[in-house]
């Protein structure tokens, strides 16, 4: 699992610095001279690659507990570090290579030539911070929207009705209703809001994506290649157990009580769209968000803890052991749901 995890945050460093190679290339049509491109490109990538592996530090359970204006600043002076370092680097070959020195730097007219010929050379301080408080500020902005949610409104992908298959879980905290009663209102909502932020951790790791919170439950969706590769929609399932296993310590001393979970899983094709005038949102539409929530429903009449389609999990390659509890119908439903469940 480990081994996983490290190779994403890898992953998607590199992607970071594919996009930074990428803005240095456009810039470069801009203001381009074939002598340096090479340099600029370098130094964006850098920045990309090294913004990507210091970002899990930003979205760890210890950091989004933070308030969101220290958070904010935080990562822009990260970036900003990062920016200034990567481009000192670039720019001492820069002129390692070419013969100059600092030194030169101090005549008129060597530095004109220069800032003719080399666009780092007119980037200065105040643009990095720019530059740093505009990363950091889409970064904090995507988390409010929820993964690539922020893309999608940006692109319009989905402004005209969308059909596509998507793998559904709905996951709910169980006796709620108790807990709420034994906590009161405030401390429940806090228990709640820890339950959510620990649970990311294992949402992030298997490639989810939040669709939404409703009270003390949550509905979170994968696309079929993201949700099958290695079994993640499933997986996920294990994963916040062992996560709130780990935290059982702080739950017990903190609320006297350890949050217990039950989950139904369903996969089909729903209609994704923007809705929304005064307040915008991507939605799904279909049957199969009904299909699964009633599925959630059934996991304790069935006496298990997650409860999957049949039709889903055939299409898993998992070593999770999982009981056939056969076909069942529900409500509004003509068509029989064959289960298996996670006892």
């Known amino acids: 699992m480990p081994g996983n995890r490290d190779n994403s945050y890898w992953t998607t460093a590199f992607k970071f610095g594919l996009i930074g190679a990428l803005a240095g290339l456009l810039i470069h049509l801009f203001w381009g001279n074939p002598a ?49 370092i990567a481009t000192f680097f670039s720019f001492y070959f820069y002129t390692k290579n070419t013969g100059r020195t600092f030194t030169d730097f101090q005549d008129p007219e060597i530095l004109a030539q220069l800032q003719n010929e080399y666009l780092l050379a007119n980037i200065h301080g105040f643009v990095f911070l720019g530059m740093s408080l505009l990363l950091s500020f889409v970064w904090q902005l995507q988390s409010f929207f929820g993964k690539g949610v922020l893309r999608n409104y940006l692109t319009g992908r989905f402004h005209k009705p969308s059909v596509e298959e998507r793998i559904f879980m709905f996951l ?5 209703t108790t807990l709420a009663e034994k906590l009161g209102p405030e401390k429940y909502s806090l228990f709640v809001t820890d339950f959510f932020r620990d649970l990311d951790g294992a949402i992030t790791a298997t490639k989810g994506q939040v669709f939404q919170y409703v009270g003390d439950e949550v509905v979170i969706i994968w696309k079929p290649e993201d949700g099958l590769k290695q079994g993640n929609c499933l997986r996920i399932y294990t994963e916040a157990e062992a996560i709130f296993e780990g935290r059982k310590t702080y739950y017990e001393e903190t609320y006297g009580a350890f949050p217990r979970f039950k989950a139904g ?67 509004g439903k003509e068509q029989h749901i064959h289960l298996l469940g996670l006892g």
């Open 36 to 84: 340096t491109i090479v340099y600029t490109i370098v130094t964006f990538f850098s920045i990309g690659l090294i913004n990507g592996l210091i970002e899990p530090l930003f979205t760890s359970p210890r950091a989004i507990r933070m308030r969101y204006s220290l958070l904010l600043i935080l990562r822009s002076v990260a970036y900003f570090i990062i920016i200034i």
């Open 172 to 176: 709910d905290l169980n006796d709620a």
């Open 265 to 331: 899983l369903h996969m089909g094709e729903v209609t994704i769209t923007e809705i929304g005038v005064s307040k915008k949102e991507i939605a799904y539409h279909g049957d199969t968000i009904n299909t699964t929530a009633r599925i959630c429903s059934a996991v304790h009449k069935l006496g298990k803890r997650l409860l999957i389609s049949k039709y889903l999990y055939d299409k898993l390659t998992t070593d999770l052991n999982l009981v056939d509890v056969g076909e069942h119908q529900f409500k």
